[in-house]
């Protein structure tokens, strides 16, 4: 597999690269999978999960949030190894071909064994695999631009996490309707509790495969920027590079916060949601009654639809995949004509943002608790809007900004280092899951007040972020292009 017959640079071209659209095809069908197997995770855990003998052998709440979060948090740790490889060693296009077959092992080893065990193995390999890729493949899109056409880079990363949340959306309905559906014992007898995770998560293995291949088939087409050996070590260690790690490693952490609030929407939120009305159209029940009544029969019932748990987190990569133009092409312009809006001042909006979001999340927690009915679910939805409204300003800006600002032999490097973010946030989540839970398996936070928590930590981590970015300095470094 040498790389001598591939595109070693970016093409002298101002028009989109033609690698592009194998690497975002790739990174839905990836994003499918991942997405598709967390959606229902933690009902798995706390539903479905089995003893060696077959009996149901299930985690407490608190005890499934804390194996989630190191679970979320290994996938963020990992890329800095695959980091590593792609940039010192494999090269990109290695790292994350070999590390994806290793992920489509881990989706088919849960698939296979609904034990500890099997949970535990599968679990490992793709935090493995899917952690290794991972800041390879963001690396990938920003290396397939040049001096000529790097003005689209703002674009394509945009359209990049639009794949994303593309491939996310239709994994967070699916999965779960797959996990409910093969898990009913009068359709499949006993073979439901071993037939419905089988499903739910074998189904997310075939699409990682799928994603492979896609990557695969454009290797010709996209640019393979060679491993820089020892020459990466160099630029990594040099007063430059040590800089530019010192200067991002401290934003980082400022991110790592984010991360914690935010990856909660597949624990804590689910959970939540779980105690919720889950009925999004109860509001339209007289104007179908009249319906109903006018002929429309077909209609009957359609107030009292209700959505499972799991599925509520769709809206999230629904939104953003709405936001990202609205942002892109009309709110962004519109603010710059009157401030400039910097990367460093969306991503400090995002994180106020996100302390709004927490409040609702508490607020709606506090319903839960002091109402006869369970609250309506438009209270996590509207929840949901203000975080994709963080995540635009924080992550996709973030994930630009950290490309931008990596030297050129340490662009894997640097994008592994703003994932390990994420793994820092997570980390400190699941410690505060296993920190709270009682003996009795009650919490120490209970009720609104683990929600009061987090959006506290919150607000003090985006005033101490302002701080710092008011001192940071820019400097940006963009792949060279080929001889014309």
Not at 281 to 310: I, M, N, R, Y
């Amino acid at each position: 597999m040498s790389q001598t017959k591939y595109i070693t640079a970016p093409l002298p071209m101002e028009t989109m690269p033609p690698g592009v659209p194998y690497i975002i095809g790739n990174e839905a069908a990836e994003r499918f999978c991942y997405y598709g197997m967390k959606t229902v995770l933690i009902i798995f855990m706390t539903k479905f999960l089995l003893n060696r003998q077959g009996e149901l052998a299930v985690m407490s709440n608190e005890e499934a949030k804390g194996y989630y979060h190191l679970f979320v948090a290994g996938v963020y740790f990992f890329p800095i190894l695959g980091a590593i490889l792609a940039d010192a060693v494999w090269g990109k296009f290695r790292t994350i071909f070999y590390l994806s077959l290793v992920y489509c092992l881990g989706n088919f080893a849960l698939a296979a064994d609904q034990t500890r065990i099997g949970l535990f193995v599968g679990l490992f390999l793709i935090t493995l695999g899917a952690g290794g890729i991972k800041s390879s493949v963001s690396a990938n899109v920003g290396d397939q631009f040049g001096p000529k056409n790097k003005h689209l880079l703002e674009k394509v990363f945009g359209w990049f996490y639009f794949s994303i949340n593309f491939g996310s959306f239709f994994s967070t309905l699916l999965t779960p309707v797959l996990l409910d559906h093969f898990s009913r014992k009068d359709l499949y007898g006993e073979s439901a509790k071993h037939l419905g995770p089988a499903i739910a998560f074998g189904v997310p293995g075939v699409l990682m495969a799928l994603a492979t291949l896609i990557f695969w088939l454009g290797r010709k087409k996209f640019v393979h920027i060679p491993p820089g050996g020892s020459t990466m070590l160099k630029e990594a260690t040099s007063r430059e590079g040590l800089t530019v790690i010192a200067k991002l490693g401290v934003l980082y952490l400022f991110i790592a916060m984010f991360w914690a609030l935010y990856e909660q929407t597949g624990g804590a939120w689910v959970l939540q949601a779980e105690n919720m009305d889950r009925r999004l159209l109860t509001w339209l029940q007289p104007v179908e009654q009249q319906l109903v009544a006018a002929g429309f029969g077909f209609l009957d019932g359609l107030s009292s639809f209700e959505v499972k748990a799991a599925q509520v987190q769709a809206i999230n990569p629904l939104l953003i995949m709405v936001m990202i133009p609205l942002f892109s092409y009309v709110i962004y312009p519109g603010v710059n004509r009157v401030v400039r809006l910097t990367p460093l001042r969306k991503m400090a909006v995002g994180m106020f943002l996100m302390v709004v979001t927490f409040a609702i999340s508490a607020y709606a927690e506090m319903l839960i608790g002091g109402e006869r009915r369970p609250p309506t679910i438009w209270w996590q939805l509207l929840a949901f809007f203000l975080l994709t409204a963080a995540e635009l300003m924080v992550s996709i800006t973030a994930l630009e900004f950290s490309y931008t600002q990596a030297p050129k032999k340490m662009k894997s490097l640097i994008m592994g280092l703003y994932l390990l973010s994420s793994a820092v946030g997570n980390l400190f989540t699941a410690c505060v899951n296993f920190f709270i839970e009682n003996p009795d398996g009650t919490s120490r936070l209970p009720g609104a007040s683990y929600y009061w928590f987090f959006a506290g930590l919150m607000f003090v981590t985006s005033l101490l972020f302002c701080v710092y970015a008011a001192f940071y300095k820019e400097k940006t470094y963009i792949q060279d292009g080929a001889a014309e």
